[in-house]
């Protein structure tokens, strides 16, 4: 009864774990939305709005269906966007196209010698966000001559210098269709009246910069709009950075049926006046040139329009605030050309996320990147896949042994109680009322322990829920933190199951049922069963020869294994079926472990320093003192940094064949204002980038190859290696400023930065620097980077990598400065020092969850979780953690299963050989009788087990070792350890025989 | 004759399930050299736990069993049973996997005689008990019950012992097997010297005995053969 008791208590609360866990995660499943979103990394990555010509490109070879056509794929988007606009909405923000271009009608224009610059009135502002009516402001020479008393209608770009008065500079406009259309844009029109309409100057309507201005009063305020069939799914809603502050997403009819439905900002609607509920007018242009504010042109006006109502309103974000959502099915045109760098967004089964993202990763190459955004459903749901399959196996387990209690319960209560139920029927009563009574008798015992057992359970089952809950926590097999796999917000869903009790009811009932019919079975068989007859005699059934072997207990186990028949079988098949199953069981325990370490060994984790959002890679500010502490944290075994630094090419300073020129250096202009305009012309000019690795650098991080050619002799370990050249640093450029420049491999070329020192003569110039071309390189971007030894800003290496730099760590080359720093200057020096990029592989995968540790306590941010310093660190170890977890599943199973499995067969072992022993209790006995010592009598029976287990332990061996080699230690231990049982269960049982009285057994038998 | 066997008071009780059982009560008698003893009474009465005592298969609750004038509690009981008192068992008790003739000499074998010489003894003692040499080779479980018996008494003789103690030899034997067991039993003692003494419930077997006596209740008297058979 206790057993029974016991077991159904068990087996519910196991049954309610398994419930309420297997409920939970279904909620899970409803609560988290786990999104794959495939983007490409892109050279202005990540601008939501840039058209890249190379992913354009890229996009042509992409299989989209790589993804579509996997099993946990269940929605797949491409991004459907547009150029809108709005009437009546207006832009402030900073992502603006042409934010400072300026359409302007100036008069009272006046040349400042002292200056060296026009100053004027600005008489009509046709264009300008930042430019008003009657504002005075200074206009570049660069225009041309301006006559006095007139009145110009002026194209420019407007600037901030180190006045109040903006400036107003020549500049280009870049809209595609003007280019292609061959438009002439001048930079001014003389406007002035002749003076017949008492007005001083006249606007010519028709004129190109009236168009511009109108053109650019519309792409300045334009929209984003973007068409889906999912809007939850996009990654700004799925991530939460946009959420409904009003009004709702779409419903699945209006994103079937075609309805004119829009989500936009509140800042918009706020702008429109409008609300939830109210309609605006949605203009779409598209036209044939990429990029999206090419897509209109005053004079080609706008392909659609159409009246949207207004369902959700969003909170702002600056950079989102003008997007405009529609359902795809409203049909709204679309650009052919891709705006942003999201490549598509794939909504995927929850539980398969981690497999999905190891089999796209493989697939999806190049600067194609996938990144999953589960939610946090890893995080809080794979502890509780894990607490349901042990639930199911121990669930299992109990129901497996009930169901054997239940036999025995039966055999027990009812089978060996057959003699009573035999004279019972002698006596007349009828096989029914014999059944009622040994039913009711075991019904009453099976009862009370299933009821009370069921309402123990149902007692219990909030603790083991708690438990369950706390244990979650252990059961947690990745470590997500600053992981690449875990660049998600997390949403927060508790396990808090409410469980009825009438699952434990129903749990007591079932079981309460299978004993009465177990119990029902054997009453059946206890009928039934055949009368006893003559016990047939056991023996071999062919005469034998009798054996000449000397006498002895050997020679009785002999006798007995060789005339055994297929008792003699029993033991060696068992013994052999052990030795194969515990090396299957220590194979596959090993074959993981191999596995295990195969990953860890193969594995190189790389890390990056990134933006809270996980994206970007360069243009970050990042603290040298930090990086040093990094690399000297002894995780690492490569860092690659970044110092960028705007640079103004000069010229050649010296040609390839040592022929110098006389290339003058930059010197500051006396003229603030012409300072102002070359201070801003350098610092909008590409970057000088010293980098130690170019391979690691923002431009060719996500590159498949880097391009390269080098001067003899040379290679790209020039950054990283002390140059042969002392005097001049070297540097690698892109081919097209060599191709601008006229420039050879060989040849120095001399580069200005915006910071002014004083040089020897006296004069203020700028700060230059001449570089040695040692190589060249084909450019990812439109941007002419140089690269350089990291040494060429002045900064000393040796603070960061020490003396002893590895071989492929950089050198300075001119760090002399740094050597009589003291350990605080050294501090303060580095805490003043900036890299823009930092990437770092990890030097052992093993101390992963160590370096984890380590980036945690030193207060570094992950994406989405901001931490004590603002410096957010991303690894790239998601494959490496779910390949780990899923072999670290494995173990934890065979962890919980293999004891089990050993503990079962030594008993086993112990009971086969503890049985068959004891089932010669009659030899035995006889043995005794003839007055055989008691060491005999054991040795009989003890030579015969150890032989026959010995043989098939044997076999097995030699089995498994020509099948799969030599056995393992661990193999062999265990095989010992089944041995051992075995000989155990032996010496117990002949033991026990031997300490029974002979005359008792004897007694008993006859 | 020369007693062989000495009772002296012997009572033997032990546990049951579920009460002590008084088996043996206060039992007095001798057991002389060439004659044949039966000890007959009702199942239960405590005849075979007698019998089993006086085979050294246990020690009695109280009193003594001499054998020779030596008590069997102050001898190696192992080896009393080897050389002193050999068993013959109404279920034969012959090792299953074991040929008659291994079954014949295993008694030897614990003594030390082994070979050869043990399996010629072995062939002689089969034609004692009336069985063909051909059964030597044979397994128990090829033979009759009545052969299996005659094995098991011819295992019993080879142990060289003067007492045959037979329990129930002939409970699972037809009357004409009975009869051939008992006839060789009575040779036994009769031409062999053998103190023989039979448990049994077969009265029929009775008029062959020389004494005979009576268990009830774990008390033994011994009866007056002459006056048990004398004609009305």
Avoid at chain 1, 81 to 88: A, D, I, L, P
């Amino acid at each position: 009864m206790l057993l029974i008791f016991a077991l159904t208590l068990a087996l519910a609360l196991g049954v309610s774990v398994w419930a309420s866990v297997a409920d939970f995660l279904g909620d899970c499943d409803d609560f988290y939305t786990t999104i794959g979103l495939v983007e490409y990394m892109g050279i202005s990555y990540p601008d939501d709005t840039a058209y890249d010509p190379a992913m354009d490109k890229a996009l042509q070879s992409f299989d989209s269906a790589t993804i579509t056509n996997d099993e946990s794929t269940l929605f797949w988007e491409t991004p459907s966007r547009s150029f809108g606009y709005v009437e009546g909405f207006w832009r402030t923000d900073t992502f603006m196209p042409d934010r400072m271009l300026s359409v302007l009608v100036v008069g009272n224009v006046a040349y400042s010698e002292e200056n060296d610059i026009y100053n004027a009135i600005v008489f009509d502002s046709l264009y300008s966000t930042s430019i008003k009516d009657n504002q005075y402001i200074f206009i570049e020479k660069e225009f041309g001559t301006f006559e006095p008393n007139r009145f110009y209608l002026i194209f420019g770009e407007a600037y901030r210098g180190y006045s109040p008065i903006l400036h107003i500079r020549a500049a280009a406009y870049n809209n595609a269709i003007t280019k292609a259309n061959g438009v002439n844009i001048p930079r001014m029109i003389d406007i002035t009246s002749d003076g017949s309409d008492e007005q001083h100057f006249t606007i010519p309507e028709e004129s190109i910069l009236v168009k511009i201005a109108q053109t650019l009063s519309v792409t300045n305020n334009s929209v984003l709009v973007s068409a889906t069939n999912n809007l939850l799914a996009l990654q700004d809603f799925h991530q939460e950075e946009l959420f409904f502050v009003d009004g709702r997403t779409f419903r699945k009819e209006e994103y079937q049926n075609g309805s004119k439905v829009a989500v936009i900002s509140d800042l918009m609607a706020a702008r429109l006046g409008i609300g939830v509920g109210d309609s605006f007018e949605l203009s779409v242009a598209v036209s044939d040139y990429p990029g999206v504010y090419n897509s209109y042109w005053v004079e080609d006006g706008f392909s659609y329009e159409e009246t949207f109502t207004v369902v959700g309103l969003t909170n702002t974000v600056m950079d989102k605030s003008w997007y405009v959502y529609v359902p795809q099915s409203a049909g709204v045109p679309t650009s052919p050309f891709p705006i942003g760098y999201t490549v598509g967004c794939a909504i995927i089964e929850n539980e398969d996320a981690l497999d999905f993202f190891t089999r796209m990763e493989s697939k999806i190459n190049g600067r194609f990147n996938l990144r999953i955004y589960d939610q946090g459903y890893a995080t809080v749901a794979l502890p509780y896949q894990n607490i349901l399959l042990t639930a199911i196996i121990v669930t299992s387990v109990c129901a497996f042994v009930q169901l054997a209690v239940l036999l025995l319960f039966g055999f027990l209560f009812i089978y060996r109680q057959r003699e009573a139920s035999e004279t019972m029927l002698m006596l007349g009563a009828g096989k029914l009322r014999v059944c009622g009574y040994f039913l009711f008798s075991a019904g009453a015992i099976a009862l009370i322990a299933t009821a009370s057992g069921a309402a123990t359970a149902y007692w219990l089952h909030d603790q083991i829920i708690l438990l369950v809950s706390r244990a979650a926590g252990n059961f947690a097999l990745i470590d997500s933190r600053f992981s690449n796999g875990n660049l998600t917000i997390t949403r927060t869903l508790s396990f808090a199951p409410d469980l009825d009790w009438q699952l434990f009811l129903i749990i007591g009932a079932v079981v309460f049922v299978l004993a009465i019919l177990a119990c029902l079975g054997f009453m059946l068989a206890a009928f039934n069963r055949s009368k006893p007859g003559q016990k047939k005699q056991r023996g071999p059934s062919s005469e034998g020869k009798t054996s000449p072997l000397p006498g002895g207990s050997l020679k009785y186990a002999l006798l007995s294994i060789l005339r055994g028949g297929e008792r003699s079988l029993v033991v060696p098949v068992l013994a052999l079926a052990i030795v194969i199953f515990l090396g299957q069981l220590t194979t596959t325990s090993q074959r993981y472990q191999d596995q295990l370490e195969a990953i860890y060994d193969n594995t190189t984790i790389e890390g990056y320093f990134t933006d809270i959002k996980g994206k970007q890679i360069g243009n970050l500010v990042l603290n040298a003192y930090d990086i040093r502490n990094l690399y000297h944290s002894d995780y690492l075994s490569a860092l690659a940094v970044t110092m960028d630094i705007p640079y103004m090419y000069l010229g050649i300073s010296q040609f390839a064949d040592g022929q110098m020129t006389d290339l003058s250096p930059l010197y500051v202009p006396s003229n603030s204002y012409r300072r102002e305009s070359l201070e801003e012309t350098i610092r909008r000019g590409p970057n000088l980038t010293a980098a130690n690795n170019i391979r690691k650098s923002p431009e060719f991080y996500y590159a498949d190859d880097v391009e390269m050619t080098f001067l003899e002799d040379v290679d790209e370990t020039f950054l990283a290696v002390p140059s042969t050249h002392p005097q001049v640093l070297s540097c690698i450029v892109p081919t097209s400023l060599m191709a601008e420049h006229g420039l050879s491999l060989g040849d120095s070329i001399r580069v200005a930065t915006d910071k002014i020192i004083t040089n020897q003569d006296g004069d203020r110039i700028y700060l230059h620097m001449d570089l040695r071309v040692v190589g060249s390189y084909e450019k990812q971007g439109i941007e002419d980077t140089i690269y350089t030894p990291l040494a060429i800003l002045f900064f000393d290496t040796k603070l960061i990598w020490g003396e002893d730099q590895p071989a492929s760590g950089p050198l300075q080359l001119d760090a002399d400065f740094s050597q009589d720093l003291d350990p605080e200057q050294t501090e303060r020096y580095l805490k003043l020092a900036v890299f823009h990029s930092t990437i770092f592989s990890l030097k052992d995968s093993h101390e992963l969850i160590d370096f984890k540790d380590y980036l945690d306590n030193y207060g570094y941010s992950q994406v989405n979780h901001i931490g004590k310093i603002r410096e957010f660190i991303v690894l790239k170890d998601a494959s490496f953690n779910n390949a780990v977890a899923s072999i670290a599943q494995q173990n934890r199973y065979i962890k919980l299963l293999y004891p089990f499995l050993y503990t079962l067969i030594a008993i086993i072992s112990i009971t086969v050989s503890y049985l068959l022993v004891a089932s010669r209790k009659a030899e035995f006995a006889t043995m005794r009788g003839l007055g055989a010592k008691r060491s005999r009598a054991f040795f009989s029976f003890f030579y015969e087990q150890s032989i026959l287990c010995l043989l098939g332990t044997g076999i097995g061996i030699i089995i498994w070792q020509l099948i799969y080699g030599q056995p393992s230690s661990m193999h062999l231990k265990l095989i010992a350890g089944f041995l051992i049982s075995y000989f155990l269960g032996s010496a117990i049982s002949m033991i026990i025989m031997n300490q029974t009285k002979v005359l008792q057994i004897l007694l008993d038998r006859d | 004759m020369k007693n062989i066997l000495e009772l002296h008071d012997v009572s033997y009780s032990y546990f049951s399930k579920y009460q002590q059982v008084d088996a043996v009560k206060n039992v007095h008698c001798n057991f002389e050299q060439g004659k044949v003893y039966a000890i007959v009474g009702k199942s239960g009465s405590g005849k075979s736990t007698l019998l089993s005592l006086l085979a050294g298969l246990d020690i009695p609750s109280s009193g003594q069993i001499l054998f020779e004038g030596q008590s069997i509690e102050t001898m190696d009981l192992a080896k009393y049973r080897r050389e002193c008192a050999a068993m013959i068992y109404q279920s034969f008790r012959l090792f299953p996997l074991l040929t008659v003739s291994e079954n014949i000499t295993f008694p030897m074998e614990l003594r030390g005689f082994k070979g050869k010489k043990a399996r010629d003894r072995a062939r002689e003692l089969v034609k004692r008990v009336a069985l063909p040499e051909s059964v030597l080779d044979r397994f128990p479980n090829m033979l009759s019950g009545g052969e299996q018996q005659r094995v098991g008494i011819a295992r019993a003789m080879s142990m060289n012992s003067q007492l045959l103690l037979a329990d129930e030899p002939t409970g699972n034997l037809d009357e004409e097997n009975s009869q051939n067991i008992i006839d060789i039993l009575v040779r036994l003692a009769h031409s062999d010297s053998y103190c023989v003494v039979i448990a049994t419930h077969d009265l029929s077997i009775l008029p062959k005995m020389d004494v005979v006596f009576h268990m009830n209740s774990g008390v033994l008297r011994q009866e007056n053969t002459k006056l048990l058979f004398q004609p009305t």
